[in-house]
C-alpha cells in the first residue's frame, strides 16, 4: 500500500541486511590518503549516515570508531530494528526515522567529520537530493569527507528503459493488494514478455535478457529498492559534482582502491587518452566513458587539501594493515574493467607471507617494506592496495583507537552472535581492528558461542550449532544438495568447524572479534 509519508519510495519489502565496508571512515581516511589527500581523524568526532537501511553498518561503525553517530532512515520498521540493535548493546547513537526535510529542520545536530550516504542518491526526489546537500553545507565540517554512491550514465543506458517498465508495471499494471513478490514478478514477467516480442529497443541494447534474467534470480529485498522506486534519478559523474558544488565539495577520489590499478581498468589507448586530459573533472568523466561506468562510490571533501609527497609517504607508511583471510586461499587473479589479471607470486607471495606472520597481526607499511626489502615502495603500494582492493585485506586504524573501542565492539558483537541463535540475517562481526565489518557466517558464530561456553573441540561446536538449527527444522545444503539425516548434516557442520578452527580463528583474533 502506497502511504504519504514514503514519497514513492518501495517500502512493502523492508531493506537487506547488509553491511557497506566504504561507510567505515578508517577505510574512506585510506582511500583519501591513498589518492594524496589530507583527512580528518580524531577520537572525539561526529559521523552521519543517511538512509542507514536495516542498521546493520551504522551500528558497527558506531561500535568499532572512536566518538559518535546520528543516523536516519525514514523507514520507521527499518529505523525501528536499527534502534533494538543499539540498545541491545548499548549504543549512544541517535537513529531516527526523519525524512531529510525533518532532519534538516533539528537543532540539536552537530558538526559532522563524515557523512556518507549509500544507494541512496539516485532513488530520491531532486528535492530530496537538493536537501541532502543543504543538510551537508550545514553539518560537515571543514576538513570532513562525504561519501555518496550512485547510478550513474554511460554504463546505464542500455538497462534505463528496462528499469522504468518494472516499475511502470508496479504502479500501472498489478493489484496492490498482492504482495511485493508477486507484483515483483509481475512486472519482470511483463519485461521477460515484451522483450520476447523483440521490439527494436532490444535490438539496440545487446544481452537485455541475460541482464533481466540475473534480475530475476537476484534477492527480493534487494531487487524492490533497486528497481521499483518511483523515484530514480541517474546521473553523469559531473553532474553531481555540479549538485554538491553549494555544499562547498570538491570531488577527491573514488572509495574503489582497485581504481588507482590503471592497467585493470584501462586499454594502453585509453590511458594514454587520459593522460592528454588535464582538467580533472573532464579526465574522470572520460574514464567513466571507457570502463562503461554503471555505480560510482565517490569520496568528496569540503576543503580538499593535497599532502606533499613525503607526508603522504610518511602517512602509508605509518598505516596498518591486517589480512581479512588466510594467505593460502587469496585468489591469484583479480578482475578489473579491462579484464582479469594474474597475481605475480614473486611479488604477492612475500606480501602475503609477511601479513600472515606473527599470528596474522597488523603490521604498518613500514614493517612490512622492512620484511621485503628488495621490494620497492611503489611496487609494495599497489601490491596493498590490490589486496584491499579484492577485500582480502584492510586498512587498520591506530592502536589507541581500537583500545578506546574494544569493549564495545565485544558488546556488539555478543549481541549479533546471539542473533544467530535464531536467524542468519547479520553475517557480520565488528572489528576494532579496521573499524568496520568483518564477514563471520551465522555458523561460525554458532562456533564462537560455543567457544565463549568453554567448549574446545570442533566437534562440540557443531553439535551445539546441529542442536540449535535441528530444533528449527532447518538442515545443511551441500553441492546444492539437502543433507536429510543428523549423521549427514554433523559430518558436514564438523568439516566446517574444523576448517573455522584451522584458519579462520586465527584471524578474527588477529581482528580483535575472539
Known amino acids: 500500500m502506497s502511504n504519504a509519508w514514503n514519497e514513492g519510495y518501495f517500502t512493502d519489502e523492508g531493506y537487506t541486511y547488509s553491511y557497506s565496508r566504504e561507510i567505515n571512515p578508517v577505510f574512506l581516511r ?52 536499527a534502534n533494538a540493535l543499539a540498545t541491545a548493546w548499548g549504543s549512544d547513537a541517535q537513529l531516527y526515522d526523519d525524512s531529510f526535510e525533518q532532519l534538516l529542520a533539528r537543532h540539536d545536530l ?33 576538513g570532513g569527507l562525504l561519501y555518496i554512491s550512485y547510478n550513474c550514465f554511460p554504463g546505464w543506458s542500455p538497462l534505463a528503459p528496462l528499469r522504468h517498465l518494472f516499475s511502470l508495471h508496479d504502479r500501472f499494471g498489478t493489484n496492490r493488494s498482492e504482495s511485493p513478490d508477486q507484483r515483483i514478478d509481475a512486472a519482470l514477467q511483463f519485461s521477460e514478455a515484451l522483450l520476447a516480442a523483440n521490439p527494436n529497443y532490444a535490438a539496440s541494447a545487446p544481452n537485455l535478457n541475460a541482464k533481466l534474467q540475473s534480475i530475476k534470480g537476484q534477492d527480493r529485498q534487494y531487487v524492490a529498492h533497486e528497481y521499483f522506486n518511483r523515484d530514480w534519478n541517474c546521473m553523469y559523474f559531473t553532474d553531481v559534482v555540479e549538485a554538491l558544488a553549494p555544499a562547498k565539495l570538491d570531488f577527491a577520489t573514488t572509495a574503489v582502491p582497485l581504481d588507482t590499478v590503471d592497467p585493470l581498468n584501462l586499454s594502453a589507448e585509453g590511458m594514454d587518452f587520459l593522460e592528454g586530459i588535464d582538467h580533472p573533472i573532464v579526465r574522470e568523466q572520460a574514464r567513466d566513458y571507457f570502463v562503461n561506468q554503471n555505480f560510482r562510490r565517490d569520496v568528496y571533501v569540503r576543503g580538499a587539501n593535497r599532502l606533499s609527497a613525503s607526508e603522504q609517504r610518511q602517512g602509508m607508511f605509518n598505516t596498518r594493515f591486517v589480512l581479512l583471510q588466510a594467505a593460502d586461499s587469496v585468489s591469484d587473479t583479480v578482475k578489473g574493467p579491462a579484464g582479469e589479471a594474474s597475481l605475480q607470486a614473486e611479488v604477492y607471495g612475500p606480501v602475503l607471507e609477511a601479513l600472515a606472520a606473527s599470528g596474522y597481526m597488523p603490521k604498518t607499511l613500514r614493517q612490512l617494506s622492512g620484511a621485503v626489502p628488495s621490494m620497492s615502495y611503489d611496487d609494495l603500494v599497489q601490491a596493498i592496495t590490490v589486496l584491499v582492493g579484492m577485500n582480502v585485506a584492510a586498512p587498520c586504524q591506530s592502536e589507541a583507537a581500537e583500545k578506546l573501542v574494544q569493549a564495545r565492539c565485544s558488546t556488539l558483537n555478543l549481541q549479533l552472535c546471539k542473533r544467530s541463535l535464531l536467524s542468519n540475517k547479520i553475517q557480520v562481526l565488528a572489528s576494532p581492528v579496521t573499524g568496520g565489518g568483518v564477514p563471520v557466517s551465522r555458523f561460525q558464530q554458532l562456533f564462537l558461542i560455543s567457544i565463549k561456553q568453554g567448549k574446545k573441540h570442533p566437534a562440540e561446536w557443531a553439535q551445539l550449532a546441529w542442536s540449535i538449527i535441528s530444533d528449527q527444522g532447518e538442515g545443511l545444503l551441500k553441492d546444492g544438495n539437502a543433507l536429510t539425516t543428523a549423521e549427514e548434516n554433523i559430518a558436514e557442520l564438523t568439516e566446517q568447524a574444523e576448517a573455522f578452527a584451522g584458519k579462520s580463528l586465527v584471524i578474527l583474533k588477529a581482528l580483535g572479534i575472539l
Open 110 to 142: 552537530p558538526q559532522f567529520d563524515s557523512i556518507s550516504l549509500h544507494g541512496i542518491w539516485t532513488w530520491v526526489s531532486r528535492d530530496n537530493q537538493k536537501l541532502i546537500v543543504e543538510f551537508a553545507r550545514r553539518h560537515l565540517k571543514p
Open 30 to 81: 585510506y582511500c583519501l590518503l591513498l589518492r594524496g589527500f589530507a583527512s580528518l581523524e580524531t577520537t572525539e568526532g561526529y559521523h552521519c549516515e543517511l538512509g542507514f537501511g536495516q542498521g546493520v553498518s551504522i551500528n558497527i561503525h558506531a561500535a568499532a570508531n572512536p566518538g559518535s553517530w546520528v543516523g536516519t532512515d525514514f523507514h520507521p520498521g527499518q529505523a525501528a530494528h
